[in-house]
């Protein structure tokens, strides 16, 4: 790593717009973006970012405006999220998978001065675009709504902007499994946070890192900024597969890759995984969603390199890592916290719980949002003060400390279910379900009861060829739960509802089991 690189990661402050500006001056035929055929050198993107950023200055945008992008990766999404971020301007990128009416409502929320989109985005909501007063720009054409004619002239440069660490550097929007989805925004202070250690785990110019979710994501983002501050490669697949991620990887001997674990999961049951080459491997993370312990250990087996669970939330606040490959013993925790973040435990009223004891985990940390868009009593709802007076966000997520240090998660707080007064928690029935031979995937929810107040439900889907009845895994699971546990029903179902990095829609399962 340069020297002038060192130096400016020293900073107190800085910025990934300048990092890539260096990278550019430095190294500017070493590849930093690959998307489909699309190979972009440092060079050419440190000048499309620019000739993007004079662009907005020329449609009047200013430092905390905002823009929004809805489309799968591409080569011109990630210059139009980085050419933006130069310009001071905030980046509200938008998931696909939205309702056309949520997407016209999220636009709407962000502010954004203009809409960048692809085909099939806008196909999507077309009819629905006349309920927006923003331009759209479309990222896959080549006519005068295109991209390319968007772009100021090959050689232009945007005027200096000043960007300091509260100014936000894009609203995420929550998945919205849990109702409208909220705008989380994050500032250029807390990506720092994830900048500037630009070689925690190898992230340096040598880096190939492998993504395969989507730029809207903060799964992606967190390892999508420290390949481009560190000067590596990065590799974006539009959408994930299996056959080509492996071929991806081997081609372009990948280092790193961010997967979710529905992906891990796929790419383990893939006949062929052991036929490819991933030697080059160093560094595999996982974050998003639950992580079973059976999983990791067969990538541990399987894959060469180390695996890194990070366990947190877009909002900020607290995170934790296990080293997976360090702690064998410890794979059905979430891991420690990181270095410099605070995380405790708090039970319903608000009050700090001894370790061992189990609550809703809350945390601390210069990594942490500056609040929800628009919705500042929503903000305040996540918020936990210490009796020290520090500021810190609520999880909504059950765990407790072991006797190690190491963070063990029962369950979203939501998803606890509360039947005749008992606390019963969803994970310790599916984790019984998942010892069924014949049960390939599972989700328990909580549902009415008259009875009960509450009741536990399993959706579950079978493994390929078996037969079992949803009678006989009911009464298989209720000789082996305790009273309070037992399971009022079994659904069979061909799949389980999952967000884009695959998170169970418990909601929409509950939607489905009361209609």
């Known amino acids: 790593m340069t020297t002038q690189i060192v130096d400016y990661a020293a900073r107190p402050f800085g910025t990934l717009s300048d990092f890539i500006q260096i990278h550019g001056d430095e190294r500017p035929e070493k590849a930093a973006v ?29 430092p905390r405006d905002s823009i929004s992008i809805c489309a799968v990766n591409s080569a011109n999404y990630a210059i139009a999220f980085l050419g933006a971020l130069r310009a001071g301007v905030t980046v509200a990128p938008l998931a696909p998978s939205s309702t056309a009416d949520d997407l016209v409502g999220m636009i709407n929320d962000s502010g954004a001065r ?70 989380i925004v994050q500032s250029h202070g807390m990506r720092w946070a994830h900048t500037r250690p630009v070689d925690p785990y190898g992230f340096g110019p040598d880096a190939v890192t492998l993504l395969s979710t989507p730029l809207y994501s903060n799964t992606t983002l967190v390892a999508f900024i420290p390949t481009l501050s560190g000067g590596g490669t990065l590799i974006l697949m539009s959408k994930f597969n299996t056959e080509g991620y492996l071929k991806l990887a081997e081609h372009w001997k990948a280092t790193h890759t961010m997967l979710v674990p529905v992906q891990y999961q796929r790419l383990m049951d893939f006949e062929n995984f052991d036929q490819y080459d991933l030697s080059s491997f160093a560094e595999k993370y996982c974050t998003s969603a639950p992580f079973k312990a059976d ?124 039947s005749g007064g008992f606390n019963i928690y969803p994970s310790d029935i599916e984790h019984l379900l998942q010892k069924h031979e014949d049960i390939a995937d599972v989700a328990v929810v909580g549902v009415e009861s008259r009875e009960w107040g509450e009741t536990p439900v399993a959706f579950v889907v079978l493994r390929m060829g078996a037969s079992v009845s949803a009678s006989d895994i009911r009464i298989w699971a209720n000789e082996q739960l305790g009273k309070t546990q037992r399971l009022s029903d079994v659904i069979l179902a061909s799949e389980l509802p999952r967000s884009a990095i695959g998170k169970i829609l418990k909601r929409e399962l509950r939607d489905q089991y009361a209609a």
């Open 34 to 62: 690959v998307c489909n055929d699309v190979v972009m050198t440092y060079g050419e993107l440190n000048q499309r970012m620019d000739r993007f950023a004079a662009a907005l200055q020329r449609e009047g945008l200013r």
């Open 295 to 418: 999983l990791k250990r067969q990538i541990l087996d399987r894959w060469p390199g180390k695996l890194t669970e990070y366990y947190g939330m877009t909002e900020g606040g607290g995170s934790c890592v296990l080293e997976a490959h360090a702690h064998p013993d410890k794979l059905h925790t979430v891991g420690v916290p990181v270095p410099g973040h605070d995380i405790r435990i708090i039970d319903e009223h608000g009050v700090e719980l001894p370790s061992g004891q189990t609550g809703e985990i809350v945390g601390s940390s210069g990594a942490i949002m500056n609040g929800y868009h628009n919705k500042p009593e929503k903000t305040k709802e996540t918020e936990w003060y210490s009796p020290e007076g520090v500021r810190f966000i609520k999880t909504g997520d059950v765990g407790r400390f072991d006797e190690d240090g190491f963070i063990t998660l029962m369950d979203r707080k939501k998803d606890m279910i509360i």
């Open 114 to 183: 203009l809409f960048f989109t692809d085909a099939a985005t806008y196909s999507q909501m077309e009819s629905r675009l006349p309920a927006l007063s923003v331009q759209t720009i479309h990222l896959d054409r080549n006519d005068d709504t295109g991209f390319e004619a968007f772009l100021a002239q090959t050689g232009s440069k945007p005027a200096p902007v000043d960007i300091s660490p509260d100014q936000p550097f894009n609203i995420i929007y929550s998945s919205g499994t849990t109702g409208t989805p909220k705008g």
